[in-house]
Protein backbone atom coordinates (compact mmCIF):
# COMPACT_ATOMS: atom_id res chain seq x y z
CA UNK A 1 0.00 0.00 0.00
CA UNK A 2 1.66 3.19 -1.18
CA UNK A 3 0.84 6.18 -3.16
CA UNK A 4 -2.41 6.85 -3.96
CA UNK A 5 -3.44 3.22 -3.00
CA UNK A 6 -5.48 3.34 -0.08
CA UNK A 7 -7.48 0.89 2.23
CA UNK A 8 -10.95 0.29 1.04
CA UNK A 9 -11.66 -3.05 2.94
CA UNK A 10 -10.17 -2.71 6.38
CA UNK A 11 -10.43 -4.30 9.94
CA UNK A 12 -9.78 -2.26 12.58
CA UNK A 13 -9.49 1.82 13.57
CA UNK A 14 -8.51 3.66 10.51
CA UNK A 15 -6.87 7.32 10.92
CA UNK A 16 -6.19 9.91 8.78
CA UNK A 17 -3.10 12.27 10.06
CA UNK A 18 -2.95 15.55 8.17
CA UNK A 19 -0.62 18.37 9.26
CA UNK A 20 0.89 21.72 7.45
CA UNK A 21 -2.00 22.43 4.86
CA UNK A 22 -0.80 26.22 4.97
CA UNK A 23 -4.17 27.87 3.24
CA UNK A 24 -2.87 30.60 1.32
CA UNK A 25 -0.15 28.55 -0.26
CA UNK A 26 -2.02 24.78 -0.19
CA UNK A 27 -1.33 22.08 -3.07
CA UNK A 28 -4.93 22.32 -4.81
CA UNK A 29 -4.39 18.93 -6.37
CA UNK A 30 -3.46 17.43 -3.22
CA UNK A 31 -5.91 18.67 -1.11
CA UNK A 32 -8.84 17.91 -2.99
CA UNK A 33 -7.12 14.07 -3.36
CA UNK A 34 -6.96 13.95 0.24
CA UNK A 35 -10.93 15.00 0.98
CA UNK A 36 -11.79 12.80 -2.00
CA UNK A 37 -10.13 9.94 0.06
CA UNK A 38 -11.97 10.88 2.84
CA UNK A 39 -15.40 10.68 1.24
CA UNK A 40 -13.78 7.34 -0.60
CA UNK A 41 -12.62 5.53 2.93
CA UNK A 42 -14.68 7.19 5.60
CA UNK A 43 -12.25 7.13 8.20
CA UNK A 44 -13.11 6.58 11.67
CA UNK A 45 -11.01 10.16 12.44
CA UNK A 46 -9.07 12.41 11.09
CA UNK A 47 -6.38 14.46 13.35
CA UNK A 48 -4.86 17.42 12.01
CA UNK A 49 -1.92 18.35 13.70
CA UNK A 50 -1.71 22.56 12.88
CA UNK A 51 -0.78 25.10 10.70
CA UNK A 52 -3.65 24.91 9.39
CA UNK A 53 -2.89 28.57 7.55
CA UNK A 54 0.49 30.06 6.38
CA UNK A 55 0.16 34.02 7.83
CA UNK A 56 -3.32 33.61 9.60
CA UNK A 57 -5.29 35.60 7.62
CA UNK A 58 -9.19 36.11 7.38
CA UNK A 59 -9.44 34.70 4.26
CA UNK A 60 -7.33 31.65 5.24
CA UNK A 61 -8.98 30.49 7.74
CA UNK A 62 -12.43 30.76 6.27
CA UNK A 63 -10.78 28.29 3.38
CA UNK A 64 -9.94 25.93 6.35
CA UNK A 65 -13.42 26.12 7.74
CA UNK A 66 -14.90 25.65 5.20
CA UNK A 67 -12.33 22.29 3.60
CA UNK A 68 -12.01 20.96 7.73
CA UNK A 69 -16.31 21.39 8.06
CA UNK A 70 -16.66 19.34 4.38
CA UNK A 71 -15.16 16.33 5.86
CA UNK A 72 -17.60 14.81 6.72
CA UNK A 73 -15.96 12.37 9.61
CA UNK A 74 -15.10 12.85 13.26
CA UNK A 75 -12.15 15.47 13.21
CA UNK A 76 -9.41 16.80 15.78
CA UNK A 77 -7.34 19.74 15.05
CA UNK A 78 -4.23 21.08 16.45
CA UNK A 79 -3.06 24.57 16.65
CA UNK A 80 0.54 25.68 14.84
CA UNK A 81 2.33 28.49 15.07
CA UNK A 82 1.28 29.84 11.44
CA UNK A 83 -2.15 29.59 13.01
CA UNK A 84 -1.40 32.24 15.95
CA UNK A 85 -1.96 36.24 14.40
CA UNK A 86 1.22 37.43 12.70
CA UNK A 87 -0.03 40.98 12.01
CA UNK A 88 -2.92 41.84 15.16
CA UNK A 89 -0.19 41.62 18.30
CA UNK A 90 -3.25 42.74 20.18
CA UNK A 91 -5.54 39.84 19.15
CA UNK A 92 -2.66 37.21 19.28
CA UNK A 93 -2.69 37.90 23.30
CA UNK A 94 -6.02 38.55 24.04
CA UNK A 95 -8.41 36.43 21.95
CA UNK A 96 -5.65 34.07 19.69
CA UNK A 97 -7.81 31.38 18.88
CA UNK A 98 -10.71 33.52 17.78
CA UNK A 99 -10.00 32.63 13.62
CA UNK A 100 -11.05 29.14 14.39
CA UNK A 101 -14.44 30.09 15.62
CA UNK A 102 -15.95 28.36 12.29
CA UNK A 103 -14.93 24.72 13.47
CA UNK A 104 -14.00 25.66 17.42
CA UNK A 105 -15.93 22.17 18.08
CA UNK A 106 -13.23 20.70 16.73
CA UNK A 107 -10.34 22.93 18.33
CA UNK A 108 -8.22 20.32 20.57
CA UNK A 109 -11.34 18.01 20.99
CA UNK A 110 -10.80 14.65 22.13
CA UNK A 111 -12.23 11.82 19.77
CA UNK A 112 -13.06 7.94 21.74
CA UNK A 113 -12.32 5.34 19.15
CA UNK A 114 -12.90 1.93 20.09
CA UNK A 115 -9.97 1.09 23.01
CA UNK A 116 -8.29 4.40 21.69
CA UNK A 117 -9.02 8.34 22.57
CA UNK A 118 -7.18 10.87 20.80
CA UNK A 119 -5.76 13.68 23.14
CA UNK A 120 -4.52 17.02 22.70
CA UNK A 121 -1.36 18.41 23.56
CA UNK A 122 -0.36 22.14 22.45
CA UNK A 123 3.16 22.84 21.68
CA UNK A 124 2.11 26.51 20.13
CA UNK A 125 1.83 29.25 22.89
CA UNK A 126 1.25 33.07 21.79
CA UNK A 127 4.54 33.97 22.84
CA UNK A 128 7.32 32.02 24.60
CA UNK A 129 11.08 33.48 26.31
CA UNK A 130 12.94 32.77 23.45
CA UNK A 131 13.19 33.88 19.78
CA UNK A 132 11.76 32.67 17.16
CA UNK A 133 8.14 31.94 18.70
CA UNK A 134 7.47 29.68 15.93
CA UNK A 135 9.10 27.06 17.75
CA UNK A 136 7.76 24.89 20.21
CA UNK A 137 7.22 25.07 23.70
CA UNK A 138 5.57 22.27 25.95
CA UNK A 139 4.27 24.84 28.94
CA UNK A 140 3.85 23.18 32.23
CA UNK A 141 0.24 24.28 32.17
CA UNK A 142 -0.63 22.65 28.99
CA UNK A 143 1.40 19.52 30.08
CA UNK A 144 -0.62 18.98 33.46
CA UNK A 145 -3.99 19.40 31.52
CA UNK A 146 -2.85 16.75 28.44
CA UNK A 147 -2.01 14.57 31.32
CA UNK A 148 -5.13 15.41 33.22
CA UNK A 149 -7.54 14.64 29.79
CA UNK A 150 -5.73 10.91 29.91
CA UNK A 151 -5.56 10.11 33.54
CA UNK A 152 -9.52 10.27 33.71
CA UNK A 153 -9.92 8.33 30.70
CA UNK A 154 -10.51 4.86 31.22
CA UNK A 155 -7.42 2.63 32.68
CA UNK A 156 -7.53 -0.22 29.66
CA UNK A 157 -8.17 2.92 27.11
CA UNK A 158 -4.79 3.53 24.60
CA UNK A 159 -3.61 7.05 23.82
CA UNK A 160 -2.64 8.69 20.43
CA UNK A 161 -1.45 12.38 21.57
CA UNK A 162 -1.39 14.74 19.00
CA UNK A 163 0.61 18.20 19.01
CA UNK A 164 1.78 20.63 15.79
CA UNK A 165 5.62 20.30 17.30
CA UNK A 166 7.39 17.26 17.42
CA UNK A 167 8.75 16.55 20.57
CA UNK A 168 12.65 16.63 20.42
CA UNK A 169 14.69 19.06 22.40
CA UNK A 170 17.60 19.28 20.90
CA UNK A 171 18.73 18.77 16.93
CA UNK A 172 21.91 17.52 15.86
CA UNK A 173 23.64 20.45 16.05
CA UNK A 174 22.42 21.25 19.56
CA UNK A 175 19.55 23.68 18.84
CA UNK A 176 16.95 23.31 20.90
CA UNK A 177 13.52 22.62 18.91
CA UNK A 178 10.56 21.87 21.44
CA UNK A 179 11.24 23.43 24.62
CA UNK A 180 10.17 21.24 27.66
CA UNK A 181 9.62 17.85 24.79
CA UNK A 182 11.81 15.83 26.79
CA UNK A 183 10.04 16.31 30.20
CA UNK A 184 6.61 15.94 27.86
CA UNK A 185 7.60 12.39 26.33
CA UNK A 186 8.56 11.32 30.02
CA UNK A 187 5.49 11.98 31.21
CA UNK A 188 3.81 10.28 28.52
CA UNK A 189 6.04 7.19 28.52
CA UNK A 190 4.24 6.46 32.02
CA UNK A 191 0.81 6.30 30.17
CA UNK A 192 -0.55 4.03 27.70
CA UNK A 193 0.67 6.60 24.96
CA UNK A 194 0.65 4.12 21.39
CA UNK A 195 1.92 7.14 19.48
CA UNK A 196 2.44 11.06 19.39
CA UNK A 197 1.60 12.65 16.26
CA UNK A 198 2.82 15.97 15.18
CA UNK A 199 3.44 18.13 11.70
CA UNK A 200 5.59 20.79 11.87
CA UNK A 201 9.01 19.70 9.13
CA UNK A 202 6.54 19.06 6.70
CA UNK A 203 8.38 15.41 6.26
CA UNK A 204 6.91 12.11 7.42
CA UNK A 205 8.44 10.17 10.12
CA UNK A 206 8.26 7.40 12.27
CA UNK A 207 10.84 6.89 15.24
CA UNK A 208 10.94 5.95 18.79
CA UNK A 209 12.06 8.39 21.40
CA UNK A 210 13.74 6.93 24.38
CA UNK A 211 13.07 8.20 27.49
CA UNK A 212 14.07 7.72 31.35
CA UNK A 213 10.48 6.14 31.34
CA UNK A 214 10.45 3.68 28.50
CA UNK A 215 10.41 4.31 24.98
CA UNK A 216 7.55 6.52 22.99
CA UNK A 217 7.25 6.35 19.43
CA UNK A 218 6.62 9.86 17.93
CA UNK A 219 4.85 9.77 14.22
CA UNK A 220 5.06 12.77 11.77
CA UNK A 221 2.61 13.74 8.67
CA UNK A 222 4.21 15.71 5.79
CA UNK A 223 2.82 18.59 4.06
CA UNK A 224 -0.65 19.21 1.69
CA UNK A 225 1.01 22.30 0.84
CA UNK A 226 3.36 23.85 -1.95
CA UNK A 227 5.65 24.25 0.57
CA UNK A 228 7.43 21.08 0.00
CA UNK A 229 10.71 20.07 1.78
CA UNK A 230 12.27 16.98 0.28
CA UNK A 231 9.33 14.92 -0.16
CA UNK A 232 6.22 15.55 -2.21
CA UNK A 233 2.93 16.33 -0.64
CA UNK A 234 1.50 13.69 1.76
CA UNK A 235 -0.62 12.75 5.00
CA UNK A 236 -0.76 9.48 7.25
CA UNK A 237 -3.17 6.34 6.83
CA UNK A 238 -2.74 5.27 10.47
CA UNK A 239 -4.48 1.27 10.81
CA UNK A 240 -5.03 0.75 14.83
CA UNK A 241 -5.66 -2.83 15.38
CA UNK A 242 -5.71 -2.85 19.03
CA UNK A 243 -2.09 -3.41 20.05
CA UNK A 244 -0.43 -1.43 17.63
CA UNK A 245 -0.55 1.25 14.65
CA UNK A 246 0.43 0.46 11.05
CA UNK A 247 1.35 3.63 8.96
CA UNK A 248 1.09 4.43 5.67
CA UNK A 249 2.36 7.52 3.99
CA UNK A 250 0.21 8.13 1.00
CA UNK A 251 1.05 10.74 -1.87
CA UNK A 252 0.22 11.31 -5.31
CA UNK A 253 3.56 10.09 -6.64
CA UNK A 254 3.27 6.44 -4.94
CA UNK A 255 6.26 6.99 -3.71
CA UNK A 256 7.02 4.05 -1.00
CA UNK A 257 6.66 5.29 2.77
CA UNK A 258 9.86 4.25 3.71
CA UNK A 259 11.32 6.54 0.77
CA UNK A 260 9.14 9.35 1.91
CA UNK A 261 10.03 8.89 6.16
CA UNK A 262 13.04 11.24 7.73
CA UNK A 263 15.45 9.05 9.62
CA UNK A 264 16.11 12.01 11.87
CA UNK A 265 13.52 15.14 12.93
CA UNK A 266 15.22 18.49 11.44
CA UNK A 267 15.57 21.78 12.92
CA UNK A 268 12.94 23.50 10.53
CA UNK A 269 10.72 22.82 7.48
CA UNK A 270 13.48 24.02 5.08
CA UNK A 271 14.65 22.00 2.36
CA UNK A 272 17.96 20.09 3.21
CA UNK A 273 21.22 21.64 1.85
CA UNK A 274 23.49 20.06 3.37
CA UNK A 275 24.82 16.61 3.24
CA UNK A 276 24.65 15.57 7.16
CA UNK A 277 20.95 17.08 7.31
CA UNK A 278 18.48 14.61 7.53
CA UNK A 279 16.33 13.82 4.35
CA UNK A 280 14.34 11.06 3.39
CA UNK A 281 15.48 8.84 0.79
CA UNK A 282 13.80 9.44 -1.59
CA UNK A 283 16.72 12.22 -1.99
CA UNK A 284 14.70 15.07 -3.45
CA UNK A 285 16.29 18.88 -2.61
CA UNK A 286 14.68 21.51 -3.76
CA UNK A 287 16.65 24.01 -6.09
CA UNK A 288 15.19 27.20 -4.27
CA UNK A 289 13.66 27.34 -0.58
CA UNK A 290 9.53 27.11 -0.23
CA UNK A 291 7.60 29.98 -1.00
CA UNK A 292 6.12 31.86 2.42
CA UNK A 293 4.01 34.70 1.11
Not at 190 to 218: C, Q, W, Y
Not at 245 to 261: F, G, Y
Not at 284 to 293: L, Q
Request: aromatic share 6%; net charge negative.
Amino acid sequence: MAGMKGTADRTGTLIFHFSDIHFGLVDQDAIDWARAEVARLKPDAVAITGDLTMRARHREFDAATAWINSLDVPVTVEVGNHDMPYFNLFERFTNPYKRFRGMQDKVEAEIDLPGLAIVSLNTAPRAQPRWPWSYGFVTDHQLAKTLKAIDELQSDRKIVVACHHPLVEAGTRGKALTRGGDNALAELAKRKVVAVLSGHVHDAFDMIAETPNGPVRMIGAGTLSQRVRSTPPSFNELHWDGETIDVVVRNLEQVPTSDMQIDEVPEDAMPPRRPDEPVAPVGRVPAEDPPVH
